[in-house]
């Protein structure tokens, strides 16, 4: 291969990149193995690895096939083209209910082994799936304007009974407050001081909203208005104090992330990282590919770092903690110097 290729080679064997597999094997010469690319074992330092273009020149180079990713058998990747079947087929039909058993017989899997494997390839359950993109299509067509009615039947809900019920779950509000703005919910809100600068703290009666990070009181204020221009906003100093006591209590290590009840809108997928993010030790950083890792989606890093940039609670859940692929602390919403003395508070 050559050396623009194997770098290229090598990106695809870092974020364990499937779509790589049967296009070439990389081999261990501190092991002897040869694998695909994303065999799911440790990764290699670079200087132990060389590539090939296919199995046998791996083999007749002197590696043996490795046990858990079986580069050799076409195996894997006929069921990963059954999975990929499988999740078509659930794109193409939304408003229908479709039993594992079905999707099963559809694609010529059994029940059990299409379940394994979809987990595996895709990171979610068949079921999970295609509630999400229902979910996915559902919000953005609340985005576009379109009324909740119309939204439940563009997405696919056959009757609206549990969507209400799921969808405040999944965005935090109701699905007429989610269309409008935040028209119809009413967020109390103070600002502090902190180590880090001012923050900002709202809640609705479910739990916290929105933990900002800012200079001051007045433009944290001025930004939080402009996100929820038809929400209900009361500054409510005294009826925060304890909200506030805890996130400086956080801050400072006294308690943990988990200890917060939250109101917030936000996918599966970010639900996923932003749980990830909490359970990274205080003053520990995770590369976007680690938490994605973590999470069973190793391909998703990109998504994790949007996910990341979307958050709307600061400290509780972690985002300061999540650090580009090479270290490099990255982007935060609330400015890298804060996030530079955030990981110093922490690390004390
Ligand atoms: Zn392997």
């Not at 394994?116 to 079921?127: D, E, I, M, W």
């Amino acid at each position: 291969m050559s050396l623009v290729t194997a770098g290229h080679a090598w990106a695809a064997v870092l974020n364990r990149d499937r779509r790589c597999d049967g296009r070439f094997v990389y081999a261990v010469s501190s092991t002897g193995v040869y694998c695909r690319p994303s065999c799911p074992s440790r990764r290699p330092t670079r200087d132990h690895v060389m590539f090939f273009d296919s199995p046998p020149q791996a083999e007749a180079a002197g590696y043996r096939a490795c046990l858990r990713c079986r580069p050799q058998s076409s195996a894997g990747s006929d069921a990963d083209q059954r999975v990929e079947r499988a999740r078509r087929y659930l794109d193409a039909h939304p408003d229908e209910l479709i039993t594992l058993r079905r999707l099963a017989a559809q694609v010529g899997l059994s029940p059990f082994h299409l379940q394994r494997t979809f987990t595996r390839v895709v990171g979610l359950s068949p079921k999970k799936y295609q509630d999400t993109r229902r979910m996915a299509r559902f919000t953005s067509a609340l985005k576009r304007g379109e009324t909740v009615t119309s939204a439940t039947y563009e997405a696919g809900f056959g009757s609206s009974s549990s969507l209400y019920a799921r969808a405040h779950e999944e965005l935090g509000m109701t699905p007429s407050a989610f269309r409008s703005g935040g028209t119809g919910i009413t967020l109390r809100y103070t600002t502090a001081p902190t180590a880090v600068g001012r923050i900002l703290v709202a809640v609705t009666e479910r739990g916290i909203a929105a933990v900002r990070l800012g200079d001051t009181a007045a433009a944290l204020a001025a930004s939080f208005r402009h996100d929820y221009p038809k929400a209900m906003l009361r500054q409510d100093t005294a009826g925060l104090r304890q909200h506030v006591r805890a996130i400086l209590q956080c801050l400072i290590g006294d308690i943990d992330a988990t200890f917060f009840s939250l109101d917030v809108k936000a996918t599966v997928f970010q639900r996923k990282v932003w749980q990830a993010l909490q359970q990274i030790p205080r003053g520990e950083t995770r590369s976007y590919q680690e938490i994605a890792r973590s999470i069973g989606q190793p391909t998703a890093a990109r998504a994790v770092a949007r996910a990341c940039a979307t958050n709307q609670i600061a400290v509780a859940i972690p985002c300061h903690r999540a650090v580009r692929g090479d270290g490099q602390l990255a982007g935060y919403r609330w400015g890298l110097e804060r996030k530079k003395r955030l990981l110093a508070l922490e690390r004390r």
